[in-house]
């Protein structure tokens, strides 16, 4: 889907999702919530616009006001027949970074679970989601 909308710093992408199994949207919501990198964030709570999540960023105290992890629009959640419809924001300077120390960390054999490659990457980075 091709839209045209003002964005700052970052790419919005919105998704469509064939479901293979019958969720609700508390199941996805929790998903979200529990998926490392991941942000749920809401426009009706002052980050409606890619302006404000970057100033968000800002606000938390991240080095040059990178954001690494992707935030989704709660607001945009939808399921149709079966079909998962989302809005997400990407900063694409920044939100490559945690998975590039990540998959370093795993070619050079440095940690085998990539569960706690991801909790050290976070931490150290002090990403939130």
Do not use: C
């Not at 839209?3 to 469509?16: D, F, G, K, R, S």
């Not at 991941?38 to 954001?67: C, F, H, N, Q």
């Not at 694409?92 to 795993?106: F, M």
Request: avoid cysteine; charge should be negative; aromatic fraction near 4%.
């Amino acid at each position: 889907m091709a839209l045209l909308v003002p964005t700052t710093i970052m790419h919005q992408h919105n998704l469509m999702v064939e479901l293979e199994n019958s969720v609700t949207l508390d199941n996805v919501i929790d998903a979200l919530e529990e998926t490392p990198r991941v942000l749920l964030l809401e426009a009706s709570k002052g980050l409606g616009s890619t302006a404000e999540i970057m100033e968000y960023a800002r606000d938390v105290g991240r080095p040059r006001g990178d954001l690494f992890e992707i935030a989704v629009w709660k607001e945009s959640l939808n399921i149709v027949d079966g079909e998962l419809y989302y809005m997400q924001a990407i900063h694409q300077e920044s939100d490559v970074v945690p998975e590039n120390v990540d998959a370093i960390r795993a070619m050079l054999e440095l940690e085998s679970d990539y569960v706690k490659s991801i909790k050290k990457t976070n931490k150290n980075m002090g990403i939130i989601g």
